[in-house]
């Protein structure tokens, strides 16, 4: 057992009476099954999440829970991209675990279409467990038939929907392919399902893979909704935000975390009631050893320790640092953007900060961590452009709501004007931008064609693309470099005062 159990009554104690439920929220998994390090402040890392330590806490949940309590578990995507775990059978085995946790309902999140839909089809088909995508349609305007708009609960009489929602900008944030999908506007498609959907129901819960900012304007667009179960933009929300009478959840994903609800059903006014909020963390050190669980994932996952854990190199250098949207170079990013511009033998590199997906630990380094760092099947891109369209590149990635672009061969200063980011400057090996020259660029192919809202490289032709992906690039570079990788803590992107 945990040793948090002490805590079970207290975490029970407002809601002893009928018809109360508590919902479990988890999001943004990314195959997380082993526990992972996680730097809470410098200087201390704790060791948090992992399948065992979340299956022994809902087991502990349900368990400890009063008559008359309902205990719900629900996803908010991106359930298995990320880990050698997720990616070796493109989510098979984690769909394995997934539906040994027992989800009442989980949303569809932009990664799961990373293998394309035919394989998020064939995923669907496994689960066991109501799998949700409102605003997905094919090629007819449709829902597709491998997801539901909604799913109906009824608990004492009381009817609740859980409407699940996707981002509608998931092409622009995920590789496909997309077959026939499509991803309509979030208000829209509410604005069209809740005059039908409502009249029938008492309370109204959204599960979404949208981002804090969209569950915002959702909440305050329909009032009306009771509750939403976010994801994808990864933002821990230790007790909840609340917007009018709708509160919003999530987590900062990986399993490392989960938000724990309470309700209350007031059957008198037929109302569904927020009671309580928070985020509980979930340290490996407090999962017990469950000899079924474990037994499942030895066996499961047996072939992947061999291939993926051990060392191959050395980091050594500056330590690695990464702050979620923070506007600076990182020393990881900092080598992949100089690996990407070796690459391409190009004037300048640039990559996107979500596409780096962890830090690099000083010290001796595996496949694992090469994976982790870059799971995506991305290749590297070179192409010629303007002074003028690179700059109109840097300054996309000003824009509010999107992560600056990392940086070799040269560097550009940015200033904060009314709360708004604008480019200032930029060089290109020591030397002011000129508007009119034209200079040989590098990226990753995602970013190449567009991803992440970098219109302009969309619109470029003559493109040239590597046929490694660039993780086996790095592992080239490695190997190369007699297995010694330095990191360098160059301040590439800079603040104008």
């Known amino acids: ?125 496994r689960a ?16 597709p038939a491998y997801v539901r708009p909604f799913h109906l609960e009824n608990v004492g009489g009381m009817r609740i929907a859980i409407v699940g929602l996707i981002a509608s900008d998931t092409k622009n944030v995920s590789t496909g392919p997309f077959g026939d999908a499509e991803f309509r506007d979030e208000v829209a498609t509410l604005r069209e399902l809740l005059p039908e959907l409502q009249p029938k129901i008492d309370g109204l819960i959204l599960l979404t893979h949208c981002g804090i900012q969209k569950d915002e304007e959702l909440a305050r667009t329909f009032p009306s909704i009771d509750l939403i179960l976010g994801g994808h933009s990864h933002t821990a929300l230790p007790v909840g935000r609340r917007i009018g009478d709708t509160w919003i959840v999530q987590s900062a994903g990986r399993g490392a975390s989960v938000s724990r609800v309470e309700l209350e059903l007031d059957h008198g006014s037929r109302r569904l009631r927020v009671r309580s909020v928070r985020l509980v963390p979930l340290p ?53 953007a100089d690996l990407i511009r070796r690459i391409g033998g190009a004037d300048l590199g640039l990559t996107n900060k979500g596409g780096l997906r962890s830090v690099l630990k000083l010290g001796p380094i595996t496949r694992r961590q090469v994976f982790r760092l870059l ?63 034209r200079y040989r660029i590098s990226t990753n192919s995602f970013l190449a064609r567009g991803g992440d809202g970098f219109a302009q490289f969309a619109k470029l032709d003559g493109k040239r693309a ?25 301040p590439r992107i800079r603040l104008v005062e």
């Open 1 to 125: 057992m945990m040793r948090v159990s002490w805590l079970l009554p207290l975490l029970f104690a407002a809601c002893t009476t009928p018809n109360c439920i508590v919902i479990l929220h988890f999001n943004d998994f990314h195959g997380q099954i082993r526990p992972h390090p996680i730097v809470q402040r410098p200087g201390v890392v704790r060791t948090m999440g992992g399948f065992q330590t979340v299956a022994d806490y809902l087991r502990e949940q349900r368990a400890a829970a009063p008559a008359g309590t309902k205990v719900w578990v629900t996803d908010g995507g991106d359930w298995f991209q990320g880990t050698p775990e997720g990616n070796e059978d493109r989510g098979w085995s984690v769909m394995a675990c997934r539906n040994r946790l027992g989800f009442t309902a989980v949303t569809v999140g932009n990664h799961e279409y990373d293998f394309g839909e035919a394989n998020l089809i064939r995923l669907i088909r």
């Open 128 to 143: 066991n467990h109501p799998v949700l995508g409102a605003n997905i349609r094919n090629s007819e305007g449709k829902i």
């Open 284 to 336: 490996a050190a407090d999962a017990g050893r469950d000899a079924a669980t474990e037994s499942f994932l030895e066996k499961t996952f047996r072939h992947i320790g061999p291939k993926w854990d051990r060392p191959i190199g050395w980091i050594t250098g500056a330590p690695d640092h990464r702050v979620r949207g923070a506007p600076v170079s990182t020393p990881a990013g900092n080598y992949v």
């Open 375 to 437: 799971p995506f099947d991305n290749s590297v891109v070179t192409v010629e452009m303007t002074g003028v369209q690179l700059r109109t590149v840097l300054a996309q990635g000003l824009r509010r709501g999107r992560q600056l672009l990392e940086i070799a061969g040269g560097r550009y200063g940015f200033r904060v004007v009314d709360g708004s980011r604008q480019l200032a400057w930029v060089e290109v090996a020591g030397r002011r931008l000129r508007d009119s020259k």
């Open 466 to 490: 590597s046929p490694l992906w660039l993780r086996d690039l790095m592992l080239r570079d490695l190997a190369r470099n007699d297995g010694v990788l330095e990191l360098v803590d160059d």
